[in-house]
């Protein structure tokens, strides 16, 4: 749409080149900036082993859904007053890993567990 004034149309034109090679120039500015990795540090090994050998096992063990049966019929858990993954959370919280046990040795006893449909009901 032309208006009146030709000044005015030329005007329009020449600030929406602008705009748009400006924000070209941001946008390439942008994509080869390394400002979001200059932040990160570089961990040493002795952080990251005693990170590893720190968890708790909430950080192995963290529930997003609750299931329950009632009448041998499975229902998702709801509380309006609680969240209950953050509830087990807590629970977990204080627990501690002492030891852990293999339960299968083989991936052919492990695959037989899951096709036993007495545990699968």
Do not use: C
């Not at 096992?57 to 049966?69: N, Q, S």
């Not at 019929?73 to 807590?90: C, E, G, T």
């Amino acid at each position: 749409m032309k208006s009146k004034n030709r000044a005015i149309d030329i005007a329009l034109h020449i600030a929406t080149g602008l705009v748009i090679i400006t924000s070209i120039v941001l946008w390439i500015f942008i994509l080869t900036s390394d400002q979001r990795f200059s932040g990160l540090n570089q961990s040493t090994d002795t952080d990251t082993t005693h990170v590893k050998n720190s968890k708790s096992i909430k950080d192995a063990y963290l529930p997003t859904e609750v299931f329950g049966y009632r009448n041998n019929q499975l229902y998702q858990l709801y509380d309006s007053d609680k969240n209950l993954p953050l509830v087990f959370s807590k629970e977990f919280n204080n627990a501690k890993i002492e030891r852990i046990k293999p339960i299968f040795i083989t991936k052919k006893d492990y695959q037989k567990f899951l096709a036993n449909k007495a545990y699968l009901s």
